[in-house]
């Protein structure tokens, strides 16, 4: 079994167990009627919902494009923003921040909000995607953390773009969607 399908049976299935007292989880009508797992032992209920996520546009003063390769799931090999998931303590802007810096070495702030993705993942189910065209006030280009390359590429020689959320704001940030 391949590790990204490892990863999506393992979320597309329920909790078993509950993560506060370790009773058996069972799926159970809510007050809606809507059936989710609940613990058996603390009535402690395992809300699924979308993963928030935050995306950079970044570009060169020559208009180029600043791309990363993946390094990890999903999609290690191909081409995207720089993007990561948005931790407890972040908001989706200090995620575009922080996420700018690890992988592409550069230090930078938001421009602007560019707009925002409900798409499929392979890993979480439902990514809820946040975008932000960055401005860059510092740093050296370097591809870091869970980025094997990062490189402005010009629009004529731009590889293809992994992710649909992504592409949407490429668009967005050159004006060719709304
Ligand atoms: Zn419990």
Same mark, same amino acid.
């Not at 590790?3 to 490892?6: E, M, R, S």
């Given at each position: 079994?391949r590790?990204?399908?490892?990863i999506?049976?393992y979320?597309?299935?329920?909790?078993?167990?509950?993560?506060?007292?370790?009773?058996?989880?069972?799926?159970?009508p809510?007050?809606?009627?809507?059936?989710?797992a609940?613990c058996?032992?603390?009535?402690w209920?395992?809300?699924?919902?979308p993963?928030?996520a935050?995306?950079?546009?970044?570009?060169d003063?020559?208009?180029?494009?600043?791309?990363?390769?993946?390094r990890?799931?999903?999609?290690?090999g191909?081409w995207? @923003?720089p993007? /990561? *998931?948005i931790?407890i303590?972040?908001?989706?802007e200090e995620?575009?921040v922080?996420?700018?810096? %690890?992988?592409t070495?550069?230090?930078?702030e938001?421009?602007?909000?560019l707009?925002y993705f409900v798409g499929h993942s392979p890993?979480?189910?439902s990514? @809820?995607s946040? /975008? *932000?065209?960055m401005?860059?006030?510092g740093?050296k280009l370097?591809a870091?953390?869970?980025a094997a %390359?990062?490189?402005y590429?010009?629009p004529?020689e731009a590889?293809?773009?992994a992710f649909?959320s992504?592409?949407?704001?490429i668009?967005?940030?050159?004006g060719?969607?709304?």
């Open positions: 079994m590790k990204v399908d490892a999506m049976e979320y597309n299935r329920d909790a078993r167990y509950c993560i506060r007292c370790g009773s058996q989880m069972e799926s159970r809510d007050r809606e009627g809507k059936l989710r609940t058996t032992g603390c009535g209920i395992f809300y699924r919902n993963i928030p935050a995306a950079c546009v970044i570009f003063e020559q208009g180029r494009l600043l791309l990363i390769k993946r990890c799931e999903p999609k290690p191909e995207a @923003l993007s /990561g *998931y931790e303590d972040q908001t989706p995620t575009a922080a996420e700018m810096r %690890e992988e070495g550069l230090v930078g938001v421009d602007r909000f707009g890993l979480y189910q990514i @809820l946040f /975008g *932000y065209l401005r860059v006030t740093g370097e870091g953390d869970d %390359e990062a490189r590429v010009a004529s590889p293809p773009v649909a992504h592409r949407r704001y668009a967005l940030a050159h060719l969607a709304r």
